[in-house]
């Protein structure tokens, strides 16, 4: 997790939960996310949530989680679909998400040359099992292995697509809404977010009305692993937050 390339990760994640229409109504419906200052505040937040959440004492963990849980049970979005009104903690919307997380962070890093095995990498889904518990879901009710997470984004594509009343990530990319010091990051966003759309499966890539063919993976699969290299040579109390460096080194004691 304290890769840099996982960065692509995380918007891969927030692409593949898009296309969930309960998961995606439920963040337009609650959230500003065309006001630079809500925008970006969410951001941090998300982003402090997934450290802690990673790195963080049971204590802290804790701790975020039940303000997180607290946060989904008092909120509620419209399935126009249904007519029907829906709590953010609905299991089903949860349960995509976390898969959303996990196989974007697992792709993203295989593809990027982290070396994983097969064992390992059923060992990265399993321990992902307490990610769930954070926000309130248990542990039996998310995939325990790599073949169970392929099993249930399956069985769920049938009821995948992307809402129209969302502004396309592409083009919002194009005008992402930062804070004015972040202005110079601007140019890098789309880049960023196409590369992100890139590693995509092809059927979710046309689910967002965009072309999927193999030179799009082949072209994802080379841009990463140069990537990831040349972070590489970055030395490592440059290239890993100071979180990361903390469990590396309680890890290798």
């Not at 509620?76 to 996990?102: C, K, Q």
């Not at 594509?157 to 992402?176: D, K, M």
């Not at 601007?186 to 590369?195: H, S």
Request: net charge positive; aromatic share 6%; proline share 8%.
């Amino acid at each position: 997790m304290g890769e840099p390339i996982l960065l692509v990760g995380g918007i891969r994640a927030l692409l593949m939960q898009g296309l969930h229409p309960r998961a995606m109504r439920g963040v337009l419906q609650n959230s500003a996310l065309m006001d630079p200052h809500e925008a970006w505040s969410r951001f941090v937040r998300t982003t402090e949530f997934v450290r802690v959440r990673t790195y963080g004492t049971d204590e802290e963990v804790e701790r975020a989680g039940r303000r997180v849980r607290k946060i989904h049970a008092n909120l509620t979005a419209h399935d126009p679909d249904t007519g029907r009104t829906f709590r953010l903690d609905d299991p089903a919307s949860l349960r995509w998400v976390h898969v959303g997380e996990v196989d974007s962070y697992l792709s993203v890093a295989r593809r990027a040359g982290v070396r994983l095995t097969d064992d390992e990498a059923d060992a990265f889904v399993a321990e992902w099992r307490r990610a769930a518990e954070v926000v309130g879901l248990r542990a039996e009710e998310v995939p325990g292995s790599v073949a169970e997470l392929r099993d249930y984004i399956d069985a769920e594509r049938p009821g995948l697509r992307f809402v129209p009343e969302a502004a396309h990530p592409l083009r919002l990319s194009l005008n992402a809404p930062l804070p004015r010091l972040l202005t110079p990051l601007k140019p890098a966003l789309p880049a960023l977010t196409l590369l992100a759309f890139a590693t995509l499966p092809r059927w979710a890539r046309r689910l967002y009305g965009l072309p999927a063919t193999p030179v799009g993976d082949l072209w994802a699969t080379a841009t990463l692993r140069t990537l990831h290299t040349g972070i590489g040579l970055v030395p490592a109390q440059v290239r890993y937050a100071p979180a990361a460096r903390r469990a590396h080194k309680l890890m290798a004691a």
